[in-house]
């Protein structure tokens, strides 16, 4: 049935095979011939429908990720020298090789010009995959409303509503938007494999409370999630809100002690920006930066960005209080110096502060520099691994504990006078 006529045999395809092992390049038959099998035409074609449902590529990006694989031949064929020598230039590729395959991904239209619409195609059709009406929850927020935070990040680059978007502004983009790096770089990952990109943080939080009053809603946490390995994004447990703990910074260091792991801090402010940063090291009270360079800044509305440690300097945590020195200010912060910090809330948790910083590269992460906070999360990432060995040795110490003490009774011939 239909067209059994093979496109012409394409030069690239002998290069592209040095790329794979032999057991790849099995695997590549395997999953060629399984999509084959499930069609009714010619087992030398698989119909895109086919290799979209497979691979879950919905809508427009899907279709250009057609018209690449085949190079506009619009025949609708995917043969399997299509697949081999796409997956040698979007898997195996040089760096460089790789950021101009997905580049050209995202030119949607095809016409070679990359704009704001391109990229709002390009994140709605995310946002289908991921955030599919399947799987909405209360407090999520609309596609258009992640759509727009992304997309005005792109506007910072360049105002890509008004010129086109280099692939060096993309480039940039990326890097401030991992998460979008991360998916558009996995979409032909086995599905099973657990695909960068596709992982949206677990948000545990008690169930009195309405998730209607979080402001870290699940498209932001994919978003933060997008900078942690996937170990780091899997399940983040709220451990204190402004809302139901008042703004006590007391309060918030007694709730965060109860985990010694990395922790997320959200705020929203008068100004309605919301932004915070991602501690790789436990909150703990020092009289100078600490931390190392896990540790980053966020933006998350009006625009979304991703903010890492460039090397500049160490200054990455601050966590003081209790010290009487203006030189020391009591409160927690991250980056920059003191009474000048990337990122800022006082211990009174009534003010704050947030300036341009080498330490990330950040800009003023709201309107104004001078910030009152309204709202404020802090967020536990539970590393399940981690949790599980620190269980085991907290049970174990107990276990050494209670022979040491067994022993000890023994000797003074105590241990056996109840038996």
């Known amino acids: 049935m239909g067209n059994s006529q093979s496109p012409p045999a394409d030069p690239r395809f002998a290069t592209a095979v040095r790329a794979f092992s032999k057991q790849e390049l099995d695997d590549l038959k395997s999953l060629f011939v399984s999509l084959t099998s499930r069609s009714q035409n010619d087992s030398k074609f698989v119909p895109f429908s086919q290799f979209q449902a497979h691979f879950g590529i919905k809508g427009a990006l899907g279709s250009r990720m057609l018209d690449l694989f085949t190079r506009g031949r619009k025949d609708g064929m995917l043969t399997f020298e299509d697949l081999v020598i796409a997956k040698a230039v979007y898997e195996k590729g040089t760096r460089d090789e790789i950021e101009e395959f997905i580049y ?97 943080p677990h948000l545990q939080y008690p169930e009195n409370l309405s998730p209607d009053l979080l402001i870290l809603k699940k498209e932001y946490a994919w978003h933060i999630g997008g900078a942690l390995s996937q170990q780091e994004a899997e399940e983040w447990k709220l451990l204190y809100h402004s809302a139901t703990n008042g703004l006590s910074f007391n309060t918030f260091m007694g709730n965060i002690s109860s985990g010694d792991g990395p922790t997320v801090l959200v705020i929203k402010d008068s100004k309605g920006y919301i932004y915070g940063g991602y501690a790789s090291q436990p909150w703990e009270r020092k009289g100078d930066f600490y931390g190392d360079m896990k540790s980053f800044l966020f933006q998350l509305y009006p625009k979304a960005s991703i903010y890492r440690p460039t090397g500049a300097n160490n200054n990455l945590q601050w966590c003081a209080f209790n010290f009487s020195s203006d030189s020391i200010p009591n409160g927690i912060g991250f980056g920059g110096r003191p009474n000048h910090f990337g990122f800022f809330l006082t211990a009174n948790f ?22 009152t906070p309204e709202v404020i999360e802090c967020w536990g990432v539970q590393v399940k691994g981690v949790q599980d060995e620190k269980q085991e040795q907290v049970k174990g110490s107990v276990l050494e504990r209670f022979k040491e003490d067994r022993n000890m009774l023994k000797m003074v011939g105590l241990a056996n006078s109840s038996d």
């Open 350 to 371: 009534d003010n704050g502060h947030t300036f341009m910083c080498t330490t990330f590269d950040s800009p003023s992460l709201s309107k104004t520099n001078q910030i």
């Open 104 to 200: 050209e991904l995202c030119d949607v239209n095809g016409d070679g010009i990359l704009d704001g619409a391109d990229l709002q195609t390009v994140l709605g059709s995310i946002c289908d995959i991921i955030f599919s009406p399947l799987n909405v929850e209360p407090g999520s927020s609309s596609h258009q409303d992640i759509t727009e935070v992304f997309l005005n990040a792109a506007m910072s680059e360049v105002g890509v509503t008004e010129v086109s978007m280099t692939l060096r502004d993309f480039k940039n983009w990326c890097r401030h938007l991992p998460s979008v790096r991360k998916f558009l770089g996995s979409l032909l990952m086995s599905p099973d494999s657990g695909r960068p990109g596709f992982q949206v």
